[in-house]
């Protein structure tokens, strides 16, 4: 439970997602944050710089994005509650110290507030073109977490899930947002610290002489130290040993990364949240996440009303991809329809689960706007058979052919 009642707004509010995220993290336990400003995530550390005094904590406005994702890394190891925020080329930097963290088992949280790219793009319109970059951005094997809030009451919560799932796995967690999400305004509504589940530091109970920071327990998750409190350890972003000391050879290659991969492959059922909405009689499903479910739900309304049995599965947890459910999905209905504010990103893991056993179509849009829900709608017509030839597929978000892709 929540030991410090100063960092929970307790009550019902009218916040932006950004604004909401902040009091997510700040109920999950972040004392630090560091960050740069870019646009649409600058609300979030705007937010938690004037609160976080009020409990004890530090944000640093760094010189660039990949002081920020370093500095974070730094303030986990001195016992801290960690979290930076970026958007579109800041993400792209912050790179490098993603994989570092993944490496190092350093507990951190990553929030992108995704915005239209490639390169400065659209700073101020909405995208979801970093869902791919998310996965596979830093160089190297490693397993990812990544969120995918669709409102700013789970920005507040998913924030909280996100700090808590990096204490759990050691490993950095990405919050997946969207500038529409983070800049639209609804009611939040904010429980009373001691009704939040916040997961503590697994510190070691062992003498500094036995510890080692790199040996795992029995799931898979080594215990952590604090720097500063007698402990003697070594962090580096080289394969290491369990002393985590250099050991470059291919036998600790191959047992580190097997376990970095097996400690968040053992645990999908609990990690992945998924919601579902009239799948178990439905031809076509919907797969989508963030604010494109929101823009989606209009089209399955509508598909409904047309006698179309349309359902709904929205990826809360995005990576580790809900495989086994749509794999169960793919042998009973007609189609999958994957709307994304990009050009096909997510859809591409749909489809190779799918294998072939169902249609998959995706609904591209380049961004700075959302799909119109007729544009999914005529999508879900064509997964059902019931294809209408005057509607248009020329303008943006349409559903041209894509690499063998319907």
């Known amino acids: 439970m929540h030991a410090d009642a100063r960092a929970v707004l307790t009550g019902v509010h009218f916040l932006n997602g950004d604004q909401a995220c902040?009091?997510?993290?700040?109920a999950g336990g972040a004392r630090f944050a560091a960050g740069y400003p870019i646009t649409p995530s600058t609300e979030i550390v705007e937010r938690f710089s004037k609160r976080i005094p009020l409990v004890g904590g530090v944000f640093i406005q760094m010189e660039d994005e990949l002081a920020a994702s370093i500095a974070i890394q730094g303030a986990a190891w001195a016992g801290k509650k960690v979290f930076t925020v970026t958007s579109g080329p800041g993400f792209s930097l912050m790179m490098e110290h993603i994989g570092f963290a993944a490496m190092t088992e350093t507990p951190c949280v990553f929030v992108d507030v995704q915005r239209g790219g490639p390169s400065t793009g659209l700073p101020t319109l909405p995208a979801q073109g970093d869902m791919m970059q998310a996965r596979f951005g830093s160089h190297g094997d490693y397993p990812c977490i990544a969120l995918s809030p669709s409102s700013p009451q789970e920005c507040f919560g998913l924030m909280i899930r996100a700090m808590n799932l990096a204490e759990e796995f050691r490993t950095p967690i990405l919050l997946m947002m969207d500038e529409v999400v983070g800049h639209?305004?609804?009611r939040v509504e904010i429980p009373a610290g001691e009704c939040i589940e916040v997961t503590p530091r697994r510190l070691t109970k062992k003498a500094p002489e036995e510890y080692r920071p790199y040996a795992a327990t029995g799931e898979l998750v080594p215990e952590m130290a604090n720097a500063?409190?007698?402990?003697?350890f070594h962090v580096t972003g080289l394969t290491h040993d369990e002393r985590g000391y250099p050991s470059m050879t291919p036998e600790t290659q191959h047992k580190l990364?097997?376990?970095?991969?097996?400690?968040?492959?053992?645990?999908?059922?609990r990690i992945i949240q998924i919601e579902e909405d009239h799948t178990e009689d439905a031809e076509v499903v919907v797969i989508?996440?963030?604010?494109?479910?929101?823009?989606?739900?209009g089209a399955i309304?509508?598909?409904?009303?047309?006698?179309?049995?349309?359902?709904?599965l929205r990826l809360i947890t995005v990576w580790p991809l809900a495989e086994d459910r749509i794999r169960e999905l793919s042998a009973r209905v007609k189609a999958f329809v994957v709307p994304e504010l990009n050009m096909g990103q997510v859809v591409l893991e749909v489809e190779r689960v799918v294998g072939g056993c169902a249609r998959v179509i995706a609904v591209p849009h380049a961004g700075g706007t959302?799909?119109?829900?007729e544009q999914i709608l005529e999508a879900i017509r064509r997964g059902a058979g019931r294809e209408r030839p005057t509607m248009h597929r020329a303008e943006h978000?349409?559903?041209?052919?894509?690499?063998g892709r319907e």
Do not use: W
């Open 257 to 269: 990364i097997h376990r970095l991969f097996a400690k968040i492959d053992t645990a999908k059922d």
């Open 301 to 312: 309304q509508m598909a409904r009303a047309e006698g179309i049995a349309t359902g709904k």
């Open 22 to 26: 902040c009091e997510g993290a700040l």
């Open 397 to 403: 978000g349409g559903m041209a052919n894509q690499g």
């Open 184 to 186: 639209m305004t609804e």
């Open 288 to 297: 989508s996440y963030g604010i494109t479910m929101r823009v989606a739900e």
């Open 370 to 373: 959302v799909h119109k829900p």
């Open 228 to 232: 500063g409190d007698g402990y003697k």
